[in-house]
């Protein structure tokens, strides 16, 4: 029997390689691990990678190693993020690409431990505790066939007043670059390397923003604020087309719809709200088009703050007609597909969340027309459009 038991243990020793940690109580990696991650603050759906640096190698064979964020005050891994990986055999470091949940909740989440376990053993290892942020994805937007007096919300003095103060860090970035541009307007990559920069503080800016701003509602709103996320995207486009073209010898210029940009190129009009000296340069053509692209982006976003805090109101309404009347009317955001409304033109007054927008007008028999309103600058919006039709 003896002899038996011996000849068992000696083969699991060679097959598993554990030797002679398979037949002791230790844990399959001793001490503690500090844990970092890409990103702090996140939204639903988002994916983000994190590193797990353990305070020893590991010396036995590749080990699972697995965790979970947990909603503060919950204390399940239902309700978090979880993940898992794999530390190989000699390594101090495992890797983890983590993907959140569309469905989950926004809340704080906070990792303190990770499981690591080996062929015949499992152990729970403490880690410096690490909180992530992340935000809900917004409820579907509902068919904002909405009068005024039931979509809008009258915004509180605190929150006009939060949202006017989120104006002035825009202003110093545009400033900045404004100032870099009088010095030296040439598109080199040290100018590309600013955009970059540039773009990547304005965005940085936004979620904070965000979160302070909802938080400031008296009441919570029939049509939730998408301004944030719609900048977000266009912060986003900006940056995949300045990574692509830093090179200095591309001068190609990014395009207006990716952007959205104000209407000085797509129009040759100047924004009221931009310093003198960007609106002689521009139109003279001194500055790099990418660098005025940029500059018209952060305004967007300052008039678009200045808008709310003055007129109290995040949302806008819009006239949607057509000639004939009885088109079908579909919408969309910057990366979005389009979306119908449920009746056909003519609308005297539709309620939508100050974000750029698109609007398609479709008739058989008719060519489609779009059309992309500029909420920031226009007033009274009115979209009667005249379609082209077969026999007329």
């Known amino acids: 029997m003896k002899r038996c038991l011996a000849v068992t243990v000696f083969f699991v020793c060679i097959t598993a390689q554990l030797c002679p940690q398979i037949i002791s109580d230790r844990a399959p990696l001793p001490g503690g691990a500090g844990v970092s991650v890409t990103k702090t603050s996140l939204s639903a759906g988002e994916t983000f990678g994190m590193t797990i640096a353990f305070d020893v190698a590991n010396p036995l064979v590749d080990l699972q190693v697995a965790g979970s964020f947990v909603l503060n005050g919950v204390n399940s891994s239902l309700f978090g993020v979880n993940f898992s990986t794999y530390l190989a055999k000699g390594a101090r470091v495992a890797t983890a690409q983590v993907n959140i949940d569309k469905s989950l909740q926004t809340g704080d989440f906070t990792l303190r431990e990770v499981r690591v376990s080996g062929a015949v053993s499992r152990e729970v290892i403490g880690v410096t505790p690490i909180t992530i942020h992340v935000e809900a994805l917004p409820k579907p937007l509902p068919e904002p066939e909405i009068l005024p007096n039931r979509a809008t919300v009258d915004l509180n003095l605190t929150q ?3 949202i006017k103060t989120q104006a ?27 955009l970059i920069s540039v773009v990547q503080d304005a965005d940085d800016l936004l979620p904070p923003a965000q979160r302070k701003y909802i938080s400031l509602y008296d009441q919570a709103p029939a049509l939730q604020p998408l301004l944030f996320e719609d900048f977000h995207r266009s912060y986003q486009a900006a940056l995949i087309e300045l990574r692509a073209h830093r090179s200095a010898e591309l001068r ?15 129009h040759g009009k100047t924004p009221p709200s931009a310093p003198d000296d960007w609106k002689n340069h521009s139109l003279a053509g001194t500055y790099p088009l ?9 305004d967007r976003n300052i008039k678009a703050y200045l808008l709310i805090a003055d007129s109290g109101l995040d949302t806008f309404s819009v006239r949607l007609a057509s000639v004939p009347s009885g088109a079908a009317i579909s919408y969309k955001r910057i990366g979005e597909e389009y979306t119908y409304l449920s009746k056909p033109t003519d609308l005297p007054s539709v309620v939508f969340p100050y974000a750029m927008w698109t609007f398609r007008f479709e008739k058989e028999g008719c060519r489609s027309v779009e059309r992309k309103p500029d909420p920031y600058i226009e007033k009274g919006i ?5 379609l082209s039709c077969k026999g007329k």
Not at 252 to 266: D, E, G, K, T
């Open 160 to 162: 006009r007043q939060f």
């Open 168 to 194: 002035e860090p825009l202003t110093a970035l545009r400033d900045s670059l404004l100032l870099r541009l009088s010095k030296d307007a040439a598109d080199t990559p040290d100018l590309r390397d600013q």
């Open 252 to 266: 190609v210029p990014i395009p207006a719809p990716v952007l959205q940009r104000v209407q000085l190129i797509q």
């Open 290 to 298: 990418v660098a005025v692209a940029v500059l018209e982006l952060l």
């Open 382 to 386: 009115d979209l009667t459009v005249e």
